[in-house]
């Protein structure tokens, strides 16, 4: 026999489930194309605030980079390493994973400076591993990918090796916001962006909520060198011995 006080029961249990359980469970997702490794999936609804997450690099990543953009040095190894995996808003107005590299003592901090992009919507085109450009930092710039860690020489400086190759150096949308020293554009196809129009997608300026961020977390941008701008470079200049 069904009386009141079981009603009662019965309806207070459905109200806790309510509350706990569905509400979280919807609020936070948001739909992405899931495109990790440069192959596009099925769509899929992902937790923001869990899509947000940075630790050592896992076995699979370690599988990747190795002997690709990272070699056996004195100089940085594996566990100095973190893989930060994040959300970003592409140049489609959609939702998309990316996954960087870096220093495991900037790690936290890119990872949280990414979540303010994210929720600002900067639009970032792409944020691959470079191992997926075999390392080759011009293939990874001409397609517009923003990367961070990649052990390499400075540009024009040999045996001197980049702040990348510490992995606390980030290229953000590097197609757009180029390289450029003289008469050298690096990437060459972005030639057309050395003017800097505030109107183009993506691109860095001193006004950008990217700089901003970046410059808050003590992070120097190339775009304000003087005998060389770098207008993608952010690095992080600290102690890494
Ligand atoms: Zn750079």
Known sequence: MINSKMIL???IVMIFFLLTKATPIYKNKVKIDHEIEGILHEKKEVDQEESFRCGPLPKRIIKKVKEVSWKENDKIQLNDLYYVEVLHWGFDYKVHRGELIVHRKV???????????????????????????????????????????????????????????????????????????????????????????????????????????????????????????????FQKNISIE
């Open 107 to 233: 790690a936290e901090e890119v990872m949280e400076i990414f979540k303010k992009l994210y929720d600002k919507k900067f639009e970032i085109e792409k944020i691959r591993l470079i191992s997926e450009y075999n390392a080759n930092d011009n293939l990874s710039m001409a397609d517009n990918n923003t990367s961070a860690f990649c052990y390499r020489e400075i540009t024009g400086k040999k045996g001197m090796i980049s702040k990348h190759g510490y992995g606390i150096a980030i290229d953000i949308n590097p197609l757009i916001n180029p390289y450029v020293k003289g008469d050298v554009i690096l990437p060459k196809e972005g030639k057309k962006y050395i003017q800097r129009d505030k109107k183009v997608k993506g691109l860095i300026t001193k006004d950008s909520i990217v700089y901003k961020l970046f410059k808050e977390k003590g992070w120097t941008w190339g775009g304000e060198w003087k005998t060389l701008k770098d207008y993608q470079h």
């Open 9 to 11: 029961h019965i309806s």
